[in-house]
């Protein structure tokens, strides 16, 4: 390896860990999630969760991207983002139209300030692979929630406005 490549790899790794530090990311956080998803999973997602969580802490956001995701690593589930999201009565802003206009909203730009931004990265961090909330000082581990609702019979977790469930 030449002198000058070696120059150029130390200046990347330096930026990264400045860019990491700034951003508040630890190398164990960083390596912790798997950012294998598509934009198209990311558009899906994040409007979703608006839809189901737009008025909800960020804690709030992010447990439902995980339970979606619980769902789609789920055998009882369809295996895709989409396929779970558009499955026959599981969400009501799809059956009302609401997820729809939410997708045509994100193509035009409104997912770049406010709570439609915090949507955007809690989805980016649920398809990832993050399964653990934040909540009132406390780390939530939510691998094996599959469910939520405003109101769920012995819900086991309740974050914002939302119950969550591991059995229905």
Not at 15 to 35: C, F, N, R, Y
Not at 41 to 51: G, L, N
């Amino acid at each position: 390896m030449s002198f000058k490549t070696l120059v150029v790899r130390m200046i990347a790794v330096f930026v990264l860990a400045g860019v990491m530090l700034m951003s508040g990311t630890t190398l164990s956080k960083a390596a912790e999630w798997d950012d294998e998803y598509t934009s198209r999973e990311v558009k899906m997602m994040a409007s979703i969760i608006f839809c189901e969580a737009g008025n909800q802490s960020y804690a709030g956001k992010l447990a439902v991207g995980i339970v979606i995701m619980n769902r789609k690593n789920s055998r009882k589930f369809p295996n895709s983002v989409e396929k779970v999201i558009r499955q026959r009565g599981q969400f009501t802003p799809v059956r009302t139209g609401k997820y729809s206009r939410e997708l045509k909203k994100y193509s035009k730009g409104a997912y770049k300030k406010g709570a439609r931004a915090q949507c955007v990265k809690a989805a980016k961090q649920a398809l990832a692979g993050r399964d653990t909330v934040r909540y009132k000082g406390k780390n939530i581990r939510m691998n094996q929630y599959l469910f939520f609702s405003q109101h769920l019979r012995n819900a086991k977790l309740r974050i914002g406005g939302h119950d969550f469930k591991i059995n229905y």
